[in-house]
């Protein structure tokens, strides 16, 4: 059965990777970005809350992978689930852009 897939797996790893770049970059934008924009004794608790938001959202999305992918099929979802990654990506870079302050 993967045999047959091969063809179609092989383009889906590779815009996996690409994604797995942008979310990278997209952590360490936002990460720096509340850094520096949270008082020092709300920080602890800022990024506490950060990890346990994005990690109910794993499970969530585990969750709801779960249940979407039978009525949609695998490369389908990957598909959407890259397109998403792509746009939300985009919008994070985009929208956590600062000016930069060295001079």
């Not at 889906?12 to 990460?31: C, D, K, R, W």
């Not at 994070?92 to 302050?101: S, T, V």
């Amino acid at each position: 059965m993967l045999m047959a897939h091969l063809h179609s797996l092989v383009p889906s790893l590779l815009l996996n990777l690409i994604f797995g770049a942008m979310t990278a970059a997209t952590t360490v934008q936002l990460l720096t970005f509340l850094q520096l924009r949270v008082a020092n004794h709300f920080l602890g608790r800022m990024l506490a809350t950060y990890t346990a938001v994005q990690a109910l959202a794993q499970v969530v999305g585990m969750g709801v992978a779960s249940i979407a992918v039978l009525p949609i099929g695998p490369m389908w979802f990957l598909m959407f689930n890259g397109t998403l990654y792509l746009l939300g990506s985009g919008l994070a870079w985009i929208l956590l852009r600062g000016e930069d302050e060295s001079p």
